[in-house]
T-cell receptor, first 114, second 117 residues
Framework: AQSVTQLDSHVSVSEGTPVLLRCNYSSSYSPSLFWYVQHPNKGLQLLLKYTSAATLVKGINGFEAEFKKSETSFHLTKPSAHMSDAAEYFCVVRPSSNTGKLIFGQGTTLQVKP | DAGVTQSPTHLIKTRGQQVTLRCSPKSGHDTVSWYQQALGQGPQFIFQYYEEEERQRGNFPDRFSGHQFPNYSSELNVNALLLGDSALYLC????????????????FGPGTRLTVL
């Protein structure tokens, strides 16, 4: 069965320090992988996506993620956190090319301290 | 360029009632998906509509039904509401470049917060 596991439910960093949000996936096929961000009382915004092209994917707002097939991971990173990055982050998998269904992880809350 | 819009923003219903939520997709998109996000959880896929037909469905009971109109907008209907139906309902739109309604990137609306008392 396809699934997504976000390894940390809560991550706290200081402003200006690096961010690492961890995600492992399980899929029988070559998946598409996404990271979405959700600010309080807002909808989901796409940060970046991987669709079998380059394994290092650059997204908006300085975020990037690396697809590692051998480790079935798709961790999200940012070199320097900003206060505005505080939000809920979801790792998402679309298990195969013939489905429109997205499978979401449980989410990671990112707290940024001044 | 308007993004995905949903109405209403908030809704309060009582158990046993029926509710209809509405979604207008992003301009140029022809596919609409619906998700339920319970408090503190990730969104869960309800179903997807393409060419006015339900193309794929998640693990939700028949109380959840939908419709897509010729202008690609969509409705989600929930009958016989239960307390457990209280959640944020998200609509996502996308574009199917080929046949079969299979799309890639989904863009989400702000959601409708449903409270069942």
């Amino acid at each position: 069965a396809q699934s997504v596991t976000q390894l940390d439910s809560h991550v706290s960093v200081s402003e200006g320090t690096p961010v690492l949000l961890r995600c492992n996936y399980s899929s029988s096929y070559s998946p598409s992988l996404f990271w979405y961000v959700q600010h309080p009382n807002k909808g989901l915004q796409l940060l970046l996506k991987y669709t079998s092209a380059a394994t290092l994917v650059k997204g908006i707002n300085g975020f990037e993620a690396e697809f590692k097939k051998s480790e079935t991971s798709f961790h999200l990173t940012k070199p320097s956190a900003h206060m505005s990055d505080a939000a809920e982050y979801f790792c998402v998998v679309r298990p195969s090319s013939n489905t429109g269904k997205l499978i979401f992880g449980q989410g990671t809350t990112l707290q940024v301290k001044p | 360029d308007a993004g995905v819009t949903q109405s209403p923003t908030h809704l309060i219903k009582t158990r046993g009632q029926q509710v209809t939520l509405r979604c207008s997709p992003k301009s140029g998109h022809d596919t609409v998906s619906w998700y339920q996000q319970a408090l503190g959880q990730g969104p869960q896929f309800i179903f997807q509509y393409y060419e006015e037909e339900e193309r794929q469905r998640g693990n939700f009971p028949d109380r959840f039904s939908g419709h897509q109109f010729p202008n690609y907008s969509s409705e989600l209907n929930v009958n016989a509401l239960l307390l457990g139906d209280s959640a944020l309902y998200l609509c996502a739109s996308s574009w199917a470049p080929g046949s079969g309604g299979v799309t890639d990137t989904q863009y989400f609306g702000p959601g409708t917060r449903l409270t069942v008392l």
